[in-house]
């Protein structure tokens, strides 16, 4: 049995950026927080837990004082920096880069949305971090638009700034955008704010997919991106399956009998580690 590994899967750089600040960190001291998990994989999370990086929520983040709290690449609202800064905690800012520059897009659609009576909408999953930070730069007035057909609470004879999550899917939001220019009355603009990172992967994994007979995808049982990449596998491999952990994986799954070249991917947020981890329970079953 042949087993290949997506030469194109694994981290996406921001999340490269931040795991790097964590264990940089982590390396010169034992005393670090991450605000909410640092990637959406639980064995990476547990892997940087066993250097010392302690995961915090909101509430734990206002009993801190006098310490160091990474912000992982998914970004924050303001209010976290305004948490920081009254409780004298130092952060380690790692948001991805692009997710920074749409915070100041989205700032700048709300600012003017202000001046003309109209809506910033956000297309992404209610309550992902990704999404929790958008909104915050609109002191948390946009309007989140999960599906691309789920526009009941947009008021379209008003102005409207669009944008969308970096990881949501371009068909998807191409399809909300076509649906809500067609709604519009009045000033209506969209904006391409997805990562071409991840709009590039799915036709990459694509490709990846048709080139094997099975698939095991592995990703965080949380991760939009994961979910995402795992139906674009589906779509062209009905042999795929998707594992959060080694311990997931059933080497006797009838979807493998028979099966001579099996391929291995993940989500953006797979370590690569994880991936080799996978093939090499399949290669000593083989």
């Given at each position: 049995m042949e087993v290949l590994i997506d030469q194109n899967a694994g981290f996406c750089f921001g999340v490269v950026k931040a795991i790097d600040a964590a264990e940089q960190q982590?390396?010169?001291?034992?005393?670090?927080?991450?605000?909410?998990?640092?990637?959406?994989?639980?064995?990476e999370v547990q892997r940087l837990?066993?250097?010392?990086?302690?995961?915090?929520d909101y509430q734990q983040m206002e009993q801190l004082h006098h310490t160091r709290v990474l912000i992982?690449?998914?970004?924050?609202?303001?209010?976290?920096?305004?948490?920081?800064?009254?409780?004298?905690?130092?952060?380690?800012?790692?948001?991805?880069?692009?997710?920074?520059?749409?915070?100041?897009?989205?700032?700048?659609g709300y600012l003017e949305m202000q001046s003309k009576g109209g809506q910033v909408?956000?297309?992404?999953?209610?309550?992902h971090a990704e999404v929790i930070g958008l909104n915050g730069q609109t002191n948390n007035t946009a309007?989140?638009?999960?599906?691309?057909?789920?526009?009941?609470?947009?008021?379209?004879?008003r102005?409207?700034?669009?944008?969308?999550?970096?990881?949501?899917?371009?068909?998807?939001?191409?399809?909300?955008?076509?649906?809500?220019?067609?709604?519009?009355?009045?000033?209506?603009?969209?904006?391409?704010?997805?990562?071409?990172?991840v709009s590039n992967r799915s036709n990459e994994l694509k490709a990846f997919a048709?080139?094997?007979?099975?698939?095991?995808?592995?990703s965080g049982s949380n991760s939009s991106n994961g979910h995402y990449l795992y139906d674009v596998c589906r779509s062209v491999l009905p042999r795929t399956i998707f594992i959060s952990s080694i311990d997931e994986l059933d080497v006797d799954d009838p979807l493998l009998k028979g099966v001579?070249?099996?391929?291995?991917?993940?989500a953006t947020s797979t370590p690569r580690w994880l991936m080799e981890a996978v093939a090499e329970k399949l290669k000593a079953h083989s």
């Open positions: 982590l390396a010169s001291s034992q005393s670090l927080y991450c605000l909410g998990d640092i990637v959406h994989n639980n064995a837990a066993n250097k010392g990086l302690r995961v915090i992982r690449a998914h970004g924050e609202p303001p209010s976290t920096y305004a948490i920081a800064q009254r409780q004298h905690i130092e952060l380690v800012d790692a948001t991805c880069p692009i997710v920074l520059a749409l915070q100041k897009r989205v700032r700048e909408v956000i297309f992404g999953k209610q309550g309007i989140i638009v999960s599906h691309p057909t789920d526009v009941e609470g947009v008021d379209f004879n102005p409207i700034r669009l944008f969308s999550q970096t990881t949501k899917s371009k068909a998807d939001y191409q399809q909300l955008i076509d649906l809500m220019r067609e709604l519009a009355t009045s000033d209506f603009v969209a904006y391409n704010t997805i990562c071409n990172r048709q080139s094997v007979e099975a698939l095991i995808f592995v001579n070249r099996i391929g291995i991917s993940g």
